[in-house]
């Protein structure tokens, strides 16, 4: 079994969370240190600990990740403008070792810009 991490405790209901958007795949919750004026984390119920600890088995779990972005894009209004990021490993910025996707939004993006 996965070590149990922040978010893991988040989907159990053992500590709170602002949820915006939940299913039986993933959670959405809005990120407590926003990198952007909107900043939600799209969380699998299911615990992966790196993009790249998916297995070909995950390719529907993945699909529907992205699909959630887009629902909860544009329940937030921000359907036509924001970013999504996937930090994958320590290096690459990533804290919590449960995969969860960054959507980022309602700030101005440039051309090289990674938004985090």
Known sequence: M????????????DIP??????????????????????HVLVIPRKPIPRLVDASEEDKALLGHLMLSVGE???QLGVEDAFRVVINNGEDAGQTVFHLHLH???NTKFSEGSLGM
Do not use: H
Request: negative net charge; charged residues 20%.
């Open 103 to 105: 959507l980022l939004a």
């Open 2 to 13: 996965a070590e149990e991490t922040i978010f893991s405790k988040i989907i159990n209901g």
């Open 72 to 74: 909860i894009a544009k």
């Open 17 to 38: 969370a602002d949820i915006l958007y939940q299913n039986d795949v993933c959670i959405c919750i809005k990120d407590i240190n926003p990198q952007a004026p909107t």
